[in-house]
């Protein structure tokens, strides 16, 4: 095997030349800024729809909601303008029926004490019934209303059945506002156009014709206030003698407040008959 050597003296041969790397290139090309530049402008519509568009849409809408609902009043009003000269002529009529009848009723604390005295209690104290240990007229608790203009001494009824009158018909008295005495009395209707007040007679003693002719009495008397009666009820271990012995009955009365101003509450009255039991 032979080898061939570099005599002395003598040059090597030139070996290939080292190889040149290629100068390396920008990083940011006008690709990549094109790119960059499509992506912020992206985002600045989404901010701009975001921020501009949507918001003016969802102001858009408010305003059509709000120009219907104001049209839906306009459309209201008017068609109250056309209904006002039926109301007011129903109006009229009403108030001239509730004028013939406005003595069945009580109106304001006013009427209170007159019923009990001059309607309620003449009726029992005139009726077959008599009372015995147990006997008692039960009422809804009554607040009086009274400010400086007016009688603060009127307001308990003079009468034995009831026994703590002052509990249940308390007083809630207003004085004079920052000093300045008050002169006008106050409005003492009740707030709807019907409320019932409702009263509870028991154990009066009697027959059951006495306390039929005391039924009729209380829903049959004239220029009277209007007395709905529920229900009546006797001793559970009398019924034997029901419509010949004299035994104590029970009976749920209503009277009714009214305010021909308010307006009515339903279709039907409040407490109508029977709506009571014993």
Not at 236 to 253: D, H, I, K, P, V
Request: aromatic fraction near 10%; hydrophobic fraction near 40%; proline fraction near 8%.
């Amino acid at each position: 095997m032979s080898s061939t050597r570099n005599k002395p003296g003598e040059k090597r041969p030139a070996g290939p030349p080292p190889e040149r790397k290629a100068v390396a290139g920008p990083m940011i090309t006008p690709q990549v800024l094109a790119i960059v530049f499509g992506i912020i402008l992206v985002i600045a519509g989404i901010v701009y729809y975001q921020m501009v568009i949507s918001k003016f849409n969802n102001k858009m809408n408010e305003t059509n909601n709000a120009i219907a609902a104001k049209q839906q009043q306009i459309a209201t009003y008017n068609k109250k303008i056309d209904m006002l000269p039926e109301a007011t002529a129903v109006n009229a009529a009403l108030r001239e029926k509730l004028n013939l009848i406005d003595y069945l009723f009580l109106y304001n604390q006013d009427s209170v004490l007159p019923f009990f005295e001059d309607s309620l209690f003449p009726i029992i104290e005139s009726s077959r019934l008599s009372w015995t240990d147990s006997t008692a007229i039960e009422v809804d608790e009554y607040m009086f209303h009274i400010n400086m203009a007016m009688e603060p001494f009127n307001t308990l009824p003079t009468s034995m059945w009831f026994e703590n009158a002052q509990d249940i018909f308390p007083i809630d008295y207003s004085g004079e506002i920052n000093g300045v005495p008050v002169t006008t009395p106050l409005d003492t209707r009740p707030g709807a156009f019907l409320s019932p007040y409702n009263i509870t007679l028991v154990d009066f003693r009697g027959t059951y014709e006495d306390v039929k002719g005391f039924i009729e009495d209380l829903q049959q008397a004239k220029d009277d206030v209007l007395i709905t009666v529920h229900c009546l009820k006797n001793d559970e271990g009398s019924n034997a003698g029901l419509f010949r012995t004299q035994t104590n009955w029970t009976m749920a009365l209503t009277v009714y407040f009214m305010n021909p101003e308010a307006s009515a509450q339903g279709d039907s009255p409040p407490d109508p008959p029977g709506s009571h039991s014993c």
